[in-house]
């Protein structure tokens, strides 16, 4: 008989993108998982041992999706920072910090994979900066536009981070989303806004 995996051929990159794929999905899902190894190969319906052609180690997966995350937020910000397109900022601005509190405050293992795990602690660092820099990155355009008053993009994208990562921690203890989500808004209007024009 031929199965659905017998049949699936691909490239070993391919593979491995699967299997990363695979365990965002599961860290993402808030499941009680038992065995990790197992649960990402059965969610990428690949064969048990195909895991430990790709990974050494759970530790190693979790590092290789902690890049993966952390990569789609250097490029969307990117995106930003390099669009010819007109943006509104401030929608853009709050639309980002309201999505990325949102991951992280979301109940499940995605966000402790990525910003408190301990495998690679220089990979993580690296993330971070490289998610900083994509910020800063954002915020020099919106300041080039007009929208945002003249700051240190790097301080300005720091301290950012560091503010809504504060607030989706407090939400993932239980506090009220919105209360958070105003206080946000508030601090980058106050922080951020031009000044009034003479």
């Known amino acids: 008989m031929v199965t659905s995996r017998s049949r699936r051929r691909l490239s070993p990159?391919?593979?491995?993108?699967?299997?990363?794929?695979?365990?965002?999905?599961?860290?993402?899902?808030?499941?009680?998982?038992?065995?990790?190894?197992?649960?990402?190969?059965a969610e990428a319906d690949a064969a048990k041992g195909t895991f430990y052609v790709y990974f050494?180690?759970?530790?190693e997966m979790i590092a290789a999706v902690r890049d993966r995350v952390l990569q789609g937020y250097v490029d969307r910000f990117n995106r930003l920072a390099e669009s010819t397109e007109p943006i509104d900022w401030w929608a853009t601005l709050d639309a980002e910090c309201a999505a990325a509190?949102?991951?992280?405050?979301?109940?499940?293992?995605l966000h402790t994979a990525v910003f408190?795990?301990?495998?690679?602690?220089?990979?993580?660092?690296?993330?971070?900066?490289?998610t900083i820099a994509a910020i800063a990155k954002a915020l020099q355009r919106g300041m080039d536009d007009g929208a945002f008053r003249q700051v240190d993009p790097h301080i300005a994208a720091t301290l950012l981070f560091t503010v809504l990562h504060g607030?989706?921690?407090?939400?993932?203890?239980?506090?009220?989303?919105?209360?958070?989500?105003?206080?946000?808004?508030?601090?980058?209007r106050h922080w951020l806004a031009p000044p009034p024009k003479e």
Request: proline share 5%; charged share 25%.
């Open 101 to 109: 509190v949102d991951v992280i405050a979301r109940p499940g293992g």
């Open 56 to 59: 050494s180690s759970w530790e």
């Open 13 to 41: 990159e391919a593979r491995r993108s699967e299997l990363i794929d695979a365990a965002i999905r599961l860290l993402d899902s808030g499941q009680d998982v038992t065995n990790w190894v197992r649960a990402v190969t």
């Open 167 to 188: 607030a989706a921690d407090a939400i993932a203890a239980g506090e009220q989303l919105q209360p958070w989500l105003a206080a946000v808004r508030d601090l980058t």
């Open 116 to 130: 408190h795990s301990h495998p690679g602690p220089a990979s993580a660092d690296e993330g971070r900066r490289d």
